[in-house]
């Protein structure tokens, strides 16, 4: 029997070994001690806005059912009927009052309490329906987005998030005085490994030099926005492996500096919402519709990208789903929600420029990890000239990898169990 890999040896300070890539008992420590042991995100709140509401999705490999019961709360559920295992829902979403499953017909609450056995006397009275329910996991929710874990003993979802909240918070000033809400995705696989899309989400090293097509695609205007390598934005560590990576500070919070001039690109949109709209709330919207300037990553699986929601969820250990969930203005203008969902396509959509370009450099990373032995990854960029908040955040330049060194922190800190390692 091989012996399992020691991933202290895998990670150092500034670099990891290539085979954390390609490990597959690595990865299969990973979906224990990453996946069953912390919060991993598993949808938003509009998605379930009524009771009876519910979506199915994933925890790393485990399919699960996300519903709203009919007190309104919520529940996330182990798909998976207790007799004989099969899934007792196959629809992506929609409302219900109960689970039924297809092969033998036992019923399941909204709140996966098991309410109905067909033949129950078959049972002679040896089966107690309370100690079937579906195995519900820990569910918390912070600003709207809906956390789910395996661990009971798990810190509550608050302390985790930590210095992230703040950031998540300016997030959802993208619904400029409405609630946020989803408006559909773009999902598809990548032959690679879920770390590779970690990484990148705060990555801006990469973004002049992959995403070119991109900028050659817009204004002038807007390029110059963009182009903020020898700008003033940094990359900041928040802890238990989330960072952030403000690319275009003047954007971080879109309830400041309304006075500035429409930008040109929108001045269209800001005339029609002028017919409906007083001038400063024209401002708000406009400036919602253009996303903010940063990505949050909260560790593992989400990131809060500028104008969108990125999840990743791993299939294998070379194999990686990707979702791109635009979001807009829940009772928000028509128009504005949009003019949202065109700038989403042009960039994240299938036919877009960014996720293209993407996903052929996470391929790259994964075929060429494979090249060689005892080669090291380096995420040393940045690290010369890092330096802390009064808090007590490291950051460092906005092009800089100490996002990524966070995320391996705590990836190191999941996979050891040993906490400052």
Known sequence: MNDLPDPKM??????????????????DMEMDRIFMHNWIWVAHRSELPEPGDFITTFVGPHPVIVSRDRKGAVHVMLNRCRHRAATVC?????????????????????DGALRGVPQQEGYTGQLDKSEFPLVSLRVEEYNGLIFATFDAA????????GKAKPWIDL????????PVKTMGEHKFTFPGNWKIQLENTTDAYHFPIVHKSFLDSVDQETQDILTFGGGKGFVEDLGH???????????????????APIPERFAALAAQLGQEYPPEQVRRIVRAVGGSGFNLNLFPNLACSMAFFRVLRPLGVSQTEIRHIAIGMDGGPDIANQVRLRLHEHFQGPMGFGTPD?????????????AGRDIAVLLNRGIGHESRRE?????????AETGMRAAYRQWLVAMTGEAGV
Not at 90 to 110: D, I, M, Q
Not at 171 to 178: E, N, S, T
Request: with cysteine; charged share 25%.
């Open 10 to 27: 895998l990670l150092g300070a500034d670099r990891a070994d290539g085979s954390i890539y390609s490990d597959p008992m690595l990865y």
């Open 90 to 110: 196959e629809l992506k979403k929609g409302r219900t009052a109960s689970f039924v499953c297809p092969y033998h017909g036992w019923a399941y609450g909204l």
């Open 154 to 161: 798990i810190m509550p979802l608050d302390a985790w998030l």
């Open 171 to 178: 997030f959802m000033k993208q619904g400029a005085g409405w």
């Open 241 to 259: 492996g989330h960072s952030v990576m403000v690319m275009i500070p003047d954007l971080v919070d879109l309830e400041d500096n309304l006075e």
């Open 358 to 370: 993407d996903a052929e450099a996470w391929d790259r990373v994964q075929r060429g990890a494979l």
């Open 391 to 399: 808090d007590g955040n490291l950051f460092s330049d906005v092009s």
